[in-house]
């Protein structure tokens, strides 16, 4: 089968690869019908993390071609979404909501990548969930963007604690703050305020339910938010960028007692103790549970009441995915679907 490989960084190529084949009993081979380039394929695109002749992909919709002889939940034939992050779903902490941080845990980026053809899929009744017939078409890719984008930027409103009566600010105008802003509007979010700079973001910002727009970062961002309410800020915050700048000014956007969700990959930031401490405000993030929210998300997309794939701005067959990372690092694109 075909792979996506990054041999070291800014090198991606796709390659032949050997076919996965059933190794545990509660494994399934899903082939897939479509995958995608994430923000996060970034950093050892760019150097951030070392890459070795490094699988790639996490996120991915599919059939399930095989199954393991203790596969219960799945059979083959299902049309399947599934979390980024390999879960049991029944170990104590994913039954209290963390799938991403399961026991039997381990990211799909690391161990598998989906970048490709087939893959095989660990924990199949915890990781996958069954789709409730074929899907249309239309329908992969919102389907695809609920295996993580969707899933991340929905759990970010959630520890954010996102709902009626609450001004938001998202701090990220990537695929997950986009998916941030949809998610809280679908929470209830009264007002939402996207913090970008580019104005076709910022139109899709606005379909997902943005109500303000704010191009100024850093303090003057800060000033902007706490001008906008008052000279308060918001009663939720939304991280989605994982840099040194986005993490201080969500701090700083937040109002005290308010709640920062983050959700972006910090690499080296660096947080000033005196400054949260003074901030007075609930921090909550990490890896998204995914797999928590993707039986809702799931059913929102078949119902169409959300369109998540529209984050979708490039579409690449798979054999031209070293252009997607192109694009992508370029800024080019905000999220490239590889077709197969």
Same mark, same amino acid.
């Given at each position: 089968?075909?792979?996506?490989?990054?041999?070291?960084?800014?090198?991606?190529?796709?390659?032949?690869?050997?076919?996965?084949?059933?190794?545990?009993?509660?494994?399934?081979? =899903?082939?897939?019908?479509?995958?995608?380039?994430?923000?996060?394929?970034?950093?050892?695109?760019?150097?951030?993390?070392?890459?070795?002749?490094?699988?790639?992909?996490?996120?991915?919709?599919?059939?399930?071609?095989?199954?393991?002889?203790? #596969?219960?939940?799945?059979?083959?034939?299902?049309?399947?979404?599934?979390?980024?992050?390999?879960?049991?779903?029944?170990?104590?902490?994913?039954? @209290?909501?963390?799938?991403?941080?399961?026991?039997? !845990?381990?990211?799909?980026?690391?161990?598998?990548?989906?970048?490709?053809? /087939?893959?095989?899929?660990?924990?199949?009744?915890?990781?996958?969930?069954?789709?409730?017939?074929?899907?249309?078409?239309?329908?992969?890719?919102?389907?695809?963007?609920?295996?993580?984008? &969707?899933? *991340?930027?929905?759990?970010? %409103?959630?520890?954010?604690?996102?709902?009626?009566?609450?001004?938001?600010?998202?701090?990220?105008?990537?695929?997950?703050?986009?998916?941030?802003?949809?998610?809280?509007?679908?929470?209830?979010?009264?007002?939402?305020?996207?913090?970008?700079?580019?104005?076709?973001?910022?139109?899709?910002?606005?379909?997902?339910?943005?109500?303000?727009? #704010?191009?100024?970062?850093?303090?003057?961002?800060?000033?902007?938010?706490?001008?906008?309410?008052?000279?308060?800020?918001?009663? @939720? =915050?939304?991280?989605?960028?994982?840099?040194?700048?986005?993490?201080?000014?969500?701090?700083?956007?937040?109002?005290?007692?308010?709640?920062?969700?983050?959700?972006?990959?910090?690499?080296?930031?660096?947080?000033?103790?005196?400054?949260?401490?003074?901030?007075?405000?609930?921090?909550? !993030?990490?890896?998204?549970?995914?797999?928590?929210?993707?039986?809702?998300?799931?059913?929102?997309?078949?119902?169409? /009441?959300?369109?998540?794939?529209?984050?979708?701005? &490039? *579409?690449?067959?798979?054999?031209?995915?070293?252009?997607?990372?192109? %694009?992508?690092?370029?800024?080019?694109?905000?999220?490239?679907?590889?077709?197969?």
């Amino acid at each position: 089968m075909r792979g996506v490989i990054m041999r070291t960084a800014g090198d991606v190529r796709v390659e032949e690869r050997d076919d996965p084949k059933i190794i545990e009993p509660t494994d399934a081979i =899903v082939r897939l019908s479509a995958t995608c380039i994430c923000g996060s394929d970034l950093w050892p695109y760019r150097g951030v993390e070392p890459a070795d002749h490094q699988v790639m992909g996490h996120e991915y919709v599919g059939i399930v071609e095989e199954i393991g002889s203790e #596969v219960k939940n799945v059979k083959v034939g299902d049309f399947v979404v599934g979390s980024f992050v390999i879960s049991d779903n029944t170990c104590e902490i994913c039954q @209290s909501g963390y799938q991403s941080k399961c026991v039997h !845990g381990s990211f799909v980026s690391q161990t598998i990548g989906t970048q490709a053809d /087939k893959a095989r899929i660990p924990y199949a009744d915890g990781t996958l969930v069954p789709t409730p017939g074929q899907p249309d078409p239309e329908l992969i890719p919102s389907l695809l963007a609920a295996s993580d984008v &969707l899933g *991340t930027g929905w759990f970010a %409103a959630v520890a954010a604690e996102a709902g009626p009566g609450k001004t938001v600010a998202v701090v990220g105008d990537g695929a997950v703050g986009l998916m941030a802003v949809l998610a809280a509007k679908q929470l209830g979010a009264e007002r939402i305020i996207a913090m970008s700079r580019h104005p076709e973001r910022q139109k899709l910002a606005r379909f997902y339910g943005a109500t303000d727009i #704010v191009t100024e970062r850093g303090e003057e961002g800060v000033a902007k938010i706490k001008k906008l309410t008052g000279g308060l800020g918001a009663h @939720s =915050v939304i991280e989605a960028v994982g840099t040194q700048e986005a993490t201080m000014q969500a701090i700083g956007a937040t109002r005290p007692g308010g709640h920062l969700g983050y959700v972006g990959v910090n690499y080296d930031v660096k947080i000033p103790g005196i400054d949260l401490f003074f901030a007075g405000i609930h921090v909550h !993030g990490g890896p998204a549970p995914v797999r928590r929210f993707l039986p809702e998300l799931i059913q929102l997309i078949w119902d169409r /009441k959300i369109d998540p794939g529209r984050v979708f701005d &490039l *579409t690449l067959p798979l054999d031209q995915a070293p252009e997607g990372y192109r %694009a992508m690092d370029e800024r080019r694109a905000t999220k490239v679907l590889l077709t197969l």
